[in-house]
């Protein structure tokens, strides 16, 4: 059975912490995505990578970064928490570089509050 | 940028049928459908790939006016376990992959 799989299911972080987000992949998959999900707003992306080490920021970056050091894994690093941050993260793989129209795979997100 | 999705919520009793709309401003080349249900991780449930394409799945069903950069879910007769929260998606182009830009959703819940 193929898993995405985010270390946390819960979490509750005071602000100006850093905060780590862990999601690891077992599909040997090249592309990993963070998205977070609000309320009438869906999902929104805030960075990808298309392949160990490369990043690229999708629509919502600012306050975040993140690191691909190994393949399966990818990490969403939060530089200083703020209450304005706490939402529900998604992380998704898929495979392929060059290849259009294949699915996405998601982990079970992880619901991050802020205090 | 994101895909709008309509209605942002409905109400259905088993048995009824629903229609879920997904409107982009950008030009649209395929179109993804996903159910996450609460608590759990989004699922795929089918991908439209060119303008005019209708695919069906068991009793869930979609079409693609790619014209209008728009696509509906329709599901009929519906269950109680097609409740969940509903997303369509694109993928757009970035520098080394395609990424997934998902819309607003739409939240389903269908009673007894």
């Known amino acids: 059975d193929v898993k995405v799989t985010q270390s946390s299911r819960y979490l509750v972080k005071r602000t100006g912490e850093k905060v780590f987000l862990e999601c690891v992949q077992d599909m040997d998959h090249e592309n990993m995505f963070w998205y977070r999900q609000d309320p009438g707003l869906g999902l929104r992306l805030i960075y990808f990578?298309?392949?160990?080490?490369?990043?690229e920021k999708g629509d919502i970056p600012e306050g975040y970064s993140v690191s691909r050091e190994k393949k399966e894994r990818f990490s969403l690093i939060l530089e200083s928490a703020s209450t304005n941050q706490t939402s529900m993260y998604l992380c998704a793989s898929s495979s392929g570089t060059g290849e259009v129209n294949t699915e996405a795979f998601f982990g079970q997100g992880t619901r991050l509050t802020v205090v | 940028q994101q895909p709008v999705q309509s209605p942002q919520a409905v109400i259905l009793r088993e048995g009824e049928d629903a229609v879920i709309n997904c409107s982009s401003s950008k030009a649209l080349y395929s179109v993804h459908w996903y159910r996450q249900k609460h608590g759990e991780a989004p699922v795929f449930l089918m991908i439209?790939?060119?303008?005019?394409e209708q695919k069906g799945h068991d009793k869930i069903s979609a079409s693609f006016n790619e014209k209008k950069q728009q696509s509906s879910l329709y599901l009929t007769a519906s269950q109680l376990s097609y409740s969940g929260t509903y997303f369509c998606g694109t993928q757009s182009r970035g520098s080394g992959t395609y990424k997934y830009i998902f819309g607003t959703g739409t939240r389903l819940k269908v009673l007894a």
């Open positions: 990578s298309y392949d160990v080490k490369m990043k």
């Open positions: 439209l790939l060119k303008g005019g």
